[in-house]
């Protein structure tokens, strides 16, 4: 599965295609073999062949992916943020505090079917747009990998996975998550955080807040269509009004989560890049940019 050519967005080190399933998983799958020497990694092929059916429309049950924002690009930056971090945080923590191989498969698992709640069954008559279910895709997305892990072999895996995506949803406290242990409870933080990184981290952030983050809100009913007559009666009125709120979310919500409810677990990137962080530094340059997008212009 590769998106065209003419959308060719990379990931943050420019260095794999975001686009290109296979490429991504051939770099997820060699973080793993490299900081998991041992692990039987066949798995990675049947989630890559699962995820593909879906997200492309070949799914006998599943229309594919029609979401702007939480498209097919955002969900494989966000799994190769994942691996990255479990092997940032394998380098800082060898030994005995070390995930096992399988459990370090179940964050990648996670991590590639963490947003297929916005995925819409066929047959669907109430929605027209899979982008609707935003304020339930998380609770969605655990029962699809319920029902559609087993089919494909992946039975033990489905219950752990179907937990960890929880840890996406910005409405939930962490501390009030359901878990097995506490390992199940720091591989939750690192989806969490995988997933807040990648998305204010891309190139394309603001851009994409503006035009297709909007959309899907206006399709679950949370935003204003254009010119709608009494925009007050929707959380987000207007596209400005989104990006003048966006701060607020990076600061505010995003940022406590990262740094308190996670644990400050976006420092493994440092551990895994050898020190720096581009993920910060990303999201750094794109606070700037938002700020001079929001700065009063001076009169003419």
């Not at 966000?78 to 691996?83: P, S, Y």
């Not at 005995?96 to 995925?119: C, E, K, N, R, T």
């Not at 190139?203 to 007050?232: I, N, W």
């Amino acid at each position: 599965m590769i998106i065209p050519a003419d959308n060719p967005r990379r990931d943050i080190t420019g260095q794999v295609a975001l686009g290109d399933v296979a490429a991504v998983m051939a770099e997820v799958g060699a973080i793993l073999e490299a900081h998991w020497p041992g692990g039987d990694w066949s798995a990675l092929d049947v989630l890559s062949g699962l995820f593909s059916q879906l997200y492309t429309g070949e799914h006998p049950e599943y229309h594919g992916c029609d979401a702007g924002y939480h498209d097919t690009e955002h969900v494989l930056d966000v799994t190769l943020a994942m691996a990255r971090l479990m092997a940032g945080r394998e380098k800082r923590w060898p030994g005995p505090w070390a995930f096992a191989a399988d459990l370090a498969l179940a964050g990648v698992a996670s991590a590639l079917f963490h947003d297929a709640g916005y995925l819409r069954r066929r047959g669907d008559r109430r929605n027209s747009s899979g982008a609707a279910y935003t304020r339930t895709h998380v609770r969605r997305g655990a029962a699809l990998i319920r029902a559609q892990f087993p089919r494909v072999g992946l039975t033990g895996m489905a219950p752990v996975c179907a937990r960890l995506v929880h840890f996406t949803n910005c409405h939930r406290k962490p501390e009030h998550l359901t878990v097995r242990s506490r390992q199940e409870w720091q591989l939750g933080a690192l989806l969490g955080t995988a997933d807040l990184l990648a998305q204010l981290a891309a190139p394309d952030y603001l851009e994409k807040c503006r035009h297709a983050l909007y959309d899907e809100f206006v399709a679950s009913g949370m935003a204003a269509p254009e010119h709608t007559v009494q925009p007050e009666h929707c959380h987000y009125r207007s596209r400005d009004d989104l990006l003048r709120r966006t701060p607020g979310f990076v600061h505010g919500v995003a940022g406590s989560r990262l740094e308190r409810d996670f644990a400050g677990a976006y420092h493994y990137a440092s551990s895994y890049f050898e020190g720096e962080n581009p993920y910060l530094e990303s999201i750094a340059a794109n606070c700037a940019r938002l700020d001079q997008w929001l700065a009063p212009r001076p009169p003419a």
